[in-house]
C-alpha cells in the first residue's frame, strides 16, 4: 500500500511546541523530496517546509527560525519541530512526497492531515 501517515498534532497553548512525523509506506524508492503544508478552512494549501533527500531545506517566511525540517531517510520518515507557536499557526498540516518516475516524470503522494491548534 502506498500511503503517508502523519502523527503528532494536538492542541497547545501559544509559545508552546509540538512534533510532527510523517512516515511513506509503500513509496520508499526514488523519493526526491519529502515536506509539510498545511490549510485552514476557506483558504488554500500553504508551503510550510521541505526537505530533499540530500538534506537540503526550504521554509516559509512565515515559519523561518521557529520551525525546523529533519528527515530519516532510511526509516523513509520526515519531521518537523514547531517551536513558539502562535495561533496563526492552527491548521491541518500534510505531510507530501514527491516520487522521481523517469527524468521527466514525478509523482506527488500527499496525508490525511493531522491538526494542530494553537490556543489558550
Not at 488554500?44 to 530519516?72: H, M, P, W
Not at 514527491?98 to 492531515?113: A, E, K
Request: hydrophobic residues 30%.
Amino acid at each position: 500500500q502506498e500511503q503517508l501517515v502523519e502523527s503528532g498534532g494536538d492542541l497547545v497553548q501559544p509559545g508552546g511546541s509540538l512534533r510532527l512525523a510523517c512516515t511513506a509506506s509503500g513509496i520508499n524508492f526514488n523519493v526526491e523530496s519529502m515536506g509539510w503544508y498545511r490549510q485552514t478552512p476557506g483558504s488554500q494549501r500553504e508551503l510550510v517546509a521541505t526537505i530533499t533527500s540530500g538534506g537540503n531545506t526550504n521554509y516559509a517566511d512565515s515559519v523561518k527560525g521557529r520551525f525546523t525540517i529533519s528527515r530519516d531517510n532510511a526509516k523513509h520518515t520526515v519531521f518537523l519541530q514547531m517551536d513558539s507557536l502562535k495561533p496563526q499557526d492552527t491548521a491541518v498540516y500534510y505531510c507530501n512526497a514527491v516520487r522521481r518516475i523517469s527524468t521527466v516524470t514525478t509523482l506527488t503522494y500527499w496525508g490525511q492531515g493531522t491538526q494542530v491548534t494553537v490556543s489558550s
